[in-house]
């Protein structure tokens, strides 16, 4: 079993953000503890339990901003946890943090909480560029954040960071990528930049203040940063992530692999089987309906035959692990390999990292014909 714990709060919203978030100047911490450990003890009789064992292997409180929450709502959610069912003897517990709220005194409480990784909201070391992202820290909050978590006992930091910027911010993507990489992280994670609906981000662009970067600049800071990464050592696992030796996500990887997870807190989404279902994301009627009841589900769904080979081909394709060779036609396969998009390896076939600049398409056309008799 996964868990992962929504913690919404954020001091601001970034510029690009679309998740669901409640910006607060002081984190409604004993009701947000108390409304997840309700939600907790509903899932406690659930069906998800059956098959699935009684451990919890891996916890991921992600957000809005997890580091926001005293680390004491994180070591009470974790101990309830601990204390209902088991964690996993080297549970991977991980955090999401912004990089200023992470102090020499919040490392060590996370650690002694049971957190294990901190993955850190760097995106970017220009000061201009995280002011137009909205960013709460300067670039200089980093590296005292990486030197308070290792001096902490963490065992795991991965830093995020954005690419495919907007060109007339003249952000210099290889000076940053060289700037995380000498911080010797454990994992990084890239994310392009997408325009979301409803984000100051599409306003901007919506008024002409901002042009998309186009698919040719994004497609070469990709492979730079894919380049970059592996002339570094780090293993470029899955399409927006990258680890040092026996230090890929295995929250993630959960997920990627379809194992059962639960998902507490706004817009939470769990799954098991072909069973899905996600909650309210607003955080004021997350509140009130666990106020009232056992659960704040918005919706579920029950997959196909279709959506699941559908799922398990997209899900394989993301990783470095790939997907059994059969799964694709010999004229699908023979094309991706002479196009140097993917490689094949006794029985699996993989993405290159070219071929993770077309994953969506290469989804699209292949599941036209994908498992047709189904
Ligand atoms: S800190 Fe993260 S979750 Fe919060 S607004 Fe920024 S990007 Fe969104």
């Known amino acids: 079993m996964h868990l992962y714990v929504h913690v919404p709060f954020c001091a601001r919203r970034c510029s690009y953000c679309d998740f669901a978030i409640a910006v607060r100047r002081t984190v409604p911490a004993e009701a947000y503890v108390a409304a997840v450990v309700r939600e907790w003890e509903g899932w406690l009789t659930h069906p998800i339990w059956h098959g699935a064992g009684q451990e919890v292997r891996t916890v991921y409180f992600g957000g809005g901003t997890p580091s926001r929450l005293a680390p004491d709502g994180i070591s009470r959610i974790l101990e309830r946890v601990g204390r209902d069912r088991s964690l996993a003897a080297g549970a991977e517990v991980t955090l999401e943090a912004n990089p200023e709220d992470v102090t020499a005194r919040n490392a060590r409480a996370w650690r002694s909480a049971g ?33 308070a978590l290792r001096a902490g006992g963490i065992e795991g930091v991965s830093v995020d960071l954005i690419f495919g910027l907007p060109s007339a911010l003249q952000r210099d993507w290889e000076q940053d990528l060289q700037l995380a990489l000498a ?60 680890a040092r030796a026996g230090h890929r996500a295995r929250h993630n990887s959960a997920y990627w692999r379809r194992d059962p997870f639960i998902g507490l807190g706004p817009s939470a989404h769990s799954g098991w089987g072909v069973e899905r279902q996600w909650n309210v994301r607003d955080w004021v009627a997350y509140q009130r309906a666990l106020e009232v009841g056992p659960s704040a589900v918005a919706g579920s769904e029950r997959l196909d035959d279709r959506a699941v080979a559908l799922e398990e081909l997209y899900l394989g394709l993301r990783t470095r692990d790939g997907i059994p060779a059969e799964w694709i036609d010999a004229d699908d396969r023979c094309r991706w390999m002479t196009s140097g998009w993917a490689t094949e390896t006794g029985t699996r076939v993989r993405l290159t990292a070219e071929g993770w600049l077309r994953l969506d398409a290469l989804v699209r056309l292949t599941s036209s014909r994908f498992r047709s008799t189904l």
């Open 183 to 242: 911080l010797q992280p454990d994992h990084v994670s890239l994310y392009g930049l997408t325009i979301e609906d409803h984000t100051p981000l599409s306003h901007w662009a919506g008024r002409g203040e901002v042009t998309p970067v186009d698919d040719e600049r994004y497609a070469v800071e990709y492979l730079a940063a894919n380049a970059a990464l592996e002339a570094a050592g780090y293993e470029h696992y899955e399409v927006s992530n990258a």
């Open 115 to 147: 957190v294990t990784r901190v993955s850190l909201g760097v995106q970017s070391f220009d000061p201009g560029v995280l002011r137009w992202m909205h960013r709460t820290h300067t670039a200089d909050h980093v590296p005292h954040a990486l030197d």
